[in-house]
Every structure is written in C-alpha cells, then in structure tokens.
C-alpha cells in the first residue's frame, strides 16, 4: 500500500470559503482495498494449475478499487465495474461467503444529516437492500501528522466492538446441524459429527474480535465522509486500516458546478442489518449441509474472515 503512488486531479476551481472549501460543493474519490486472507493449499489433493487459478481469483476478491461520491451530507460508495474472466467452481463457494461478510460486492450509501445507511449486497444470487442506522464511532483524535498527496493528514483511532451475537447465531447453526447429523445414525455418526463440525464452512468463521481501527483524515476537505462505514471525522477520510484491511484514497476531484444527483440504491429486498444477519445465518447452515462429507469438492482451507 505504502508504494502506491498518489496523484490529484482538479476537475475545477472551488470557490474557497472561511473554512477552507466552498459550502456547495461535490468531489469523487477513488480508493484502492486490500484484504489479507489466510490461505493455505498445500493439504489440498488438486494440481498446481488448480492452486494458481484460486489464488488468482483470491487476489481479485481481495483487492479492489471503489469510488465515493460525496458532498456535504451525503455519499456513495461503490466498486469500479470490471470484466471478470469466466472460472469453474472451485473456491467460488468460500469467496462468494466471503464478498457477503464483507460487504465488497454492493452500494454503500450514507446519509450523515438522517443518520442512516442503505447498502445494496448480494447473497448467492438474490439482492437484499440493507436499511440501518450509521455506527456511531467513537473517535480518538491524534496530532500525529503525515502527507496523503497535497493534503496533510491527521491521524484517528476507534476501537470495533465485536458484533458477537450474528457470531453465536451462526456457530448455534453449525451445532444445530451436527446434532442432527447425530441423532440420525446414532453412535456410529459421532465421529462424523465432530469431523463436521471441524470441517464445515461455518467453523472457518473466525470469532470476531475487538480490533483497533486507524484511520487518516483531511481537515481541508471538511466533511464528515469517508469510504464504507467509516465516517464521523472532522475531514474527509483518505486512509483506513483494520489491521486485515487497509483502503487508500489514491485520487481525488472535486467541483463546484456540474455536479451529479447523489442517489441512494432501491433494488432489492429490504430488510435490516440484522434480519440480514439471520438470512445469512439461514444461508450459511445450508451451505453446511452441501460440505456435511467433510472438505468435498469446492471446500479449500480458506478462513472466511469478517468485515465491520
């Protein structure tokens, strides 16, 4: 991340106002995000050209490039449109999961003046419009200090709190399946059980933990906005990292005039972060279900590792 080169580009002349930027004013800027993801295939029994062609689609899952748009209030968070070659179904289950808990594959629309959020995700081909209220992060403000480009940047903490009751949610529905595996063939299945619930796609949900979020922001560009969730700083976020995700702005235009309506996303089915959650849930034992045999076709030793 520290060797991607920052370049600016001014589409026009703002008019600067008493602090600093005009009042009535939009700016898009783009953001690169990296995510680290524990992967190992050595135990698996599938050839080297297989190995190479998941941790390509590994690598694509894991770094992206998404652009906000924002004025004062209002922003909209989005990945840039790329073409995708064609692959078979290796991995694809496990990556689909992962684009799900991390939110990577939506629209993510914030309303700082209502308070709100809406993010339009997709979970294994249905779209579901997710309708909350912002977090209230709880900033630490630093006098630590470093350039982003032309702006000169401050540095931020907040502590995640672990969301532990979507976790307890899922681990009751891979204990719910193994008992039922269980009680099905009896003693005989009591290995089976505990090599399920070992094996299964919901064990390699890793427990959620309390992480310390740092985050860098601009006081020129005064506006409480930021990309994803992040929000709340007196400046524009430009930097962003969880200690597994790091997102860096590496451009930026803003204007005064020609600017363009800030909608927020309306497709899908709406429902709330946590009736998302329990879809999820639901989904997830499914996917249990289909791995019951243990690490079958399809099932890699990848760590499905939740975002905020």
């Known amino acids: 991340m520290k060797n991607i080169q920052f370049t600016l580009l001014i589409l026009a002349v703002i008019s600067v106002s008493s602090n600093g930027v005009a009042q009535d004013f939009q700016g898009k800027a ?15 029994q599938i050839s080297e050209e297989q190995k190479q062609r998941i941790r ?20 909209l968070y989005e990945e840039e449109e790329k073409l995708e070659a064609p692959s078979n179904s290796q991995g694809g289950g496990g990556l689909r999961v992962f684009a799900s808990f991390s939110g990577a594959d939506g629209k993510y629309y914030k309303d700082i003046q209502d308070q709100k959020y809406l993010n339009q995700t997709e979970m294994f081909g249905k779209q579901f419009l997710i309708q909350d209220s912002l977090n209230q992060w709880e900033w630490e403000l630093g006098s630590e200090t470093k350039k982003i480009g032309n702006y000169t940047c401050y540095k931020a903490t907040a502590i995640t709190r672990p969301d532990t009751t979507s976790f307890n949610r899922l681990r009751r529905t891979a ?27 919901l064990s390699r949900i890793e427990e959620p933990e309390e992480r310390i979020i740092t985050a860098w922001y601009a006081p020129e560009i005064p506006i409480s906005q930021g ?26 235009s803003m204007y005064a005039e020609d600017k363009e309506e800030i909608k927020a996303p309306s497709k899908g089915k709406k429902v709330s972060q946590e009736e998302y959650d329990q879809i999820l849930a639901e989904k997830m034992e499914e996917m249990s279900e289909r791995f019951r045999a243990g690490n079958r076709r399809g099932s890699n030793s990848v760590r499905i590792i939740r975002g905020n």
């Open 30 to 44: 783009t953001y690169f995000s990296k995510t680290s993801i524990d992967l190992n295939l050595d135990e698996r």
């Open 56 to 75: 390509e689609r590994m690598k694509n899952f894991s770094e992206r490039t998404y652009e906000l748009t924002f004025d004062k209030t209002t922003s």
């Open 175 to 201: 204990s719910s399946a193994g008992d039922r595996q269980g009680q099905q063939g009896g003693e005989t299945n009591a290995h089976a059980k505990d090599s399920t619930q070992n094996n299964s796609l």
């Open 227 to 252: 990309p994803g969730p992040y929000w709340g700083l007196p400046g524009l976020i430009l930097e962003v990292n969880d200690g597994r995700t790091a997102i860096l702005c590496n451009m930026i």
